[in-house]
């Protein structure tokens, strides 16, 4: 099986490949709600059970004081804005309901997370390689020795 930036190539019922990415959510109005580390962990738990309950991982968590950034394998089914919905409506709906004081001294009426989101596919592979193997299909190759 191929490793890629140790994500590994997995085949599904119809389907194989990889779909891991970089992602990134930004609290609303930059508020820096992960500077209390309990926030921080219950994020890291909630996003960890939403994405396991459809069918993604998440292999890295990194907390900024207003925002997150994650490496997550969305398998098969999950486009960036699906995966993206799924991740902060969840967490966000659920933190604020953790925590409170959260959303009296921050959010008021709104939603914790900035709909805006970053996500970046992840390889090892550079697009570059990628345009050179894609460029080069049912072309003969010749290996000088």
């Not at 219950?42 to 207003?66: P, T």
């Not at 490496?71 to 967490?91: E, F, Q, R, W, Y």
């Not at 709906?93 to 596919?121: M, T, V």
């Amino acid at each position: 099986m191929d490793q890629i930036s140790g994500a590994s190539i997995k085949s599904y019922s119809s389907s194989v490949g990889k779909n891991v990415m970089h992602v990134c959510f930004k609290a609303k109005y930059c508020h820096r709600v992960f500077d209390d580390e309990r926030v921080r962990e219950r994020c890291a738990e909630i996003l960890q059970e939403a994405a396991g309950g459809h069918g993604m991982s998440i292999r890295e968590f990194g907390f900024d004081r207003d925002h997150v950034h994650l490496t997550v394998d969305a398998g098969p089914n999950h486009s960036p804005a699906s995966m993206a919905k799924i991740l902060k409506g969840n967490s966000g709906y659920r933190l604020l309901r953790g925590f409170p004081y959260l959303k009296r001294r921050y959010f008021w009426g709104s939603g914790l997370w900035s709909p805006a989101y970053y996500f970046d596919s992840v390889g090892e592979r550079t697009c570059s390689e990628i345009d050179v193997y894609v460029r080069s299909q049912g072309k003969k190759t010749t290996n000088a020795k």
